[in-house]
């Protein structure tokens, strides 16, 4: 098998055990292929794994995931940029739930903690504006559809995200 097969079989493989809902499995064969193949040109795609498959393992590395998606985010080089900045606002969505649930094993750091977590609020408004944004951008209305186009779902999706976040810094005026 040449560099390239042998490249895209490891990058399927991660692929497959994370649609077979193996995010465990899927992050190690993430971090195979990047450390093997870093300049192959899938190597945004295999970010954009990996950084899906840490939100979803049972100890989920939401520090991670953002590391790699703001990376994503800046580079603009994956086709999928609304995906990208959804995804990077449940990072720091999870940054910020991670902090509120703290409180309940360290109550007298609770004032800090909440601080923290409307930061990340704040701070993942942002991206699920955005995203809103890019995948209402991309919607094509056809008037014989039967259906919503999916585009407008997950821009709905993202608007509603944005507005979790509004609300959880006690925005109300902002959210409507």
């Avoid at 490891?10 to 993430?30: D, G, H, I, W």
């Avoid at 950084?51 to 080089?77: C, F, H, S, T, W």
């Avoid at 990077?88 to 910020?96: V, W």
């Avoid at 109550?107 to 809103?132: D, L, M, T, V």
């Amino acid at each position: 098998l040449t560099q390239d097969q042998m490249a895209d079989m490891l990058l399927n493989s991660a692929r497959k055990a994370f649609n077979e809902k193996q995010p465990a499995f899927a992050v190690q064969r993430f971090r195979e292929f990047i450390g093997k193949y870093p300049q192959h040109k899938e190597l945004p795609a295999a970010r954009f794994g990996l950084a899906l498959a840490l939100m979803e393992i049972p100890e989920k590395n939401y520090n991670e995931a953002r590391d790699l998606l703001q990376g994503l985010v800046q580079a603009k080089v994956l086709g999928d940029q609304p995906f990208v900045y959804y995804h990077l606002g449940l990072a720091i969505r999870g940054q910020g739930m991670s902090e509120l649930a703290q409180i309940q094993t360290k109550p007298n750091e609770a004032p800090q903690r909440q601080a923290n977590a409307k930061q990340r609020f704040q701070e993942a408004e942002q991206p699920f504006a955005a995203a809103s944004q890019l995948f209402a951008a991309q919607v094509k209305v056809d008037p014989q559809a039967k259906e919503l186009p999916i585009e407008l779902e997950w821009a709905a999706r993202a608007a509603c995200d944005q507005a979790e976040m509004l609300l959880r810094q006690n925005k109300a005026k902002e959210t409507l």
